[in-house]
């Protein structure tokens, strides 16, 4: 089984549709955890991190559920700069191994 | 925030030549830098986690003479593709994370996109 998995997509949606995408991990001890968005051919770049109580950065919300041991993110009013390949990171108990999901590739369309 | 920087971005060479890449966090110490690869259409593959001042821990499968790691600095990781052949061509990006708390995240560099002809 692997640590990190993410639905590969891809997810096309309109703007201004809300689209959500979860990731489940394997590992229970599992500190801290991430999403990242990678554009084609460019580097992973931070979206945020997953705080136990959830948070929110705009339209942008993250959710961790330690009990399922999964994570979500949930983007409201969609624009087309928001397609891109949205990667789920967990960081492991051993704080140096981090755990990439294979991404999920959003396509927003007009 | 934390930057990080990657150089070359693009390399094209002959097969045998050797390709050295840097690594570098601009406005914070990395204690731990990490090297990953990453093929067309798939994931970000591990190479390698470095630590400042000691050898660097590979990922099964990775060849430590092929793919020399120095980390030398909390500033400066560097990677080097030794006899570079036509399979070793792919996008090379490291990432790089401050020490403290164990939740910080990484942040990655531009990436290197190397081509072996």
């Known amino acids: 089984r692997k640590e990190v998995e993410q639905d590969p997509g891809p997810f096309n949606v309109p703007e201004g549709a809300t689209v959500a995408f979860n990731c489940t991990y394997s590992?229970?001890?599992?500190?801290?955890f991430f999403w990242y968005r990678q554009d084609c051919r460019k580097e992973p770049k931070l979206l945020m991190s997953?705080?136990?109580s959830g948070n929110e950065d705009g339209r942008f919300t993250a959710q961790l559920n330690r009990a399922s041991q999964y994570i979500s993110l949930l983007i409201r009013d969609s624009k087309l700069s928001d397609s891109a390949t949205y990667l789920c990171?967990?960081?492991?108990?051993?704080?140096?191994?981090?755990?990439f999901g294979s991404g999920t590739k959003l396509n927003v369309k007009p | 925030g934390a930057v990080v920087s990657q150089h070359p971005s693009r390399v094209i060479c002959k097969s045998g030549t050797s390709v050295k890449i840097e690594c570098r966090s601009l406005?914070?110490?990395?204690?731990?830098m990490f090297w990953y690869r990453q093929f067309p259409k798939q994931s970000l593959m591990l190479m390698a986690t470095?630590?400042?001042?000691?050898?660097?821990?590979?990922e099964q499968g990775v060849e430590k003479d092929k793919f020399l790691i120095n980390h030398a600095s909390l500033t400066l990781s560097t990677l080097t593709v030794t006899s570079a052949h036509p399979e070793d061509s792919s996008f090379y990006i490291c990432?790089?994370?401050?020490?403290?708390?164990?939740?910080?995240?990484?942040?990655f560099g531009d990436g290197t996109r190397l081509s072996i002809l």
């Open positions: 990432s790089a994370r401050g020490s403290g708390q164990s939740n910080q995240p990484q942040h």
């Open positions: 590992n229970s001890a599992s500190q801290s």
């Open positions: 997953v705080y136990s």
């Open positions: 990171v967990v960081n492991a108990y051993n704080f140096n191994k981090f755990y």
């Open positions: 406005d914070f110490q990395a204690t731990t």
């Open positions: 470095s630590n400042e001042g000691s050898k660097a821990t590979y």
